[in-house]
Nanobody, 125 residues
């Protein structure tokens, strides 16, 4: 099982990017798929998760600006990022779990069995 994240790039403050995550050997139809990010010198943090039959969760600092979505027909998960800020600069990773994660564990890296290689997002001021 592999996850491929793409869509990163360099934008100015206020710009938008859409990240995509696609798996091989795995389907997103069930379980949980999340986006994490890791900024230079900082720990990896959970940004958002989409789960089957439940509402998504978001990191408070991105709520209202980022939207996670899933296209089951294409087996893709997206992270639409609007109104980007310099503090959003990081390497973004997608991660997947076959379990339906909940509020107490969706932010925990070890809750996810599968990870992508990361895509760099740079937001300049």
């Amino acid at each position: 099982v592999q996850l491929q994240a793409s869509g990163g790039g360099s934008v100015e403050t206020g710009g938008s990017l859409r990240l995509s995550c696609t798996p091989s050997g795995f389907t997103f139809n069930f379980g949980s798929t999340a986006w994490f990010r890791q900024a230079p010198g900082k720990e990896r943090e959970a940004v958002s998760v989409i789960r089957s039959f439940s509402v998504p969760y978001y990191l408070e600092s991105v709520r209202g600006r980022f939207t996670i979505s899933r296209d089951n027909a294409k087996n893709m998960v997206y992270l639409q990022m609007n109104s980007l800020k310099p503090e959003d600069t990081a390497v973004y990773f997608c991660a997947a779990s076959r379990r339906g994660l909940i509020s107490s564990n969706w932010k925990v890296s070890t809750s996810y069995e599968h990870w992508g290689q990361g895509t760099l997002v740079t937001v300049s001021s």
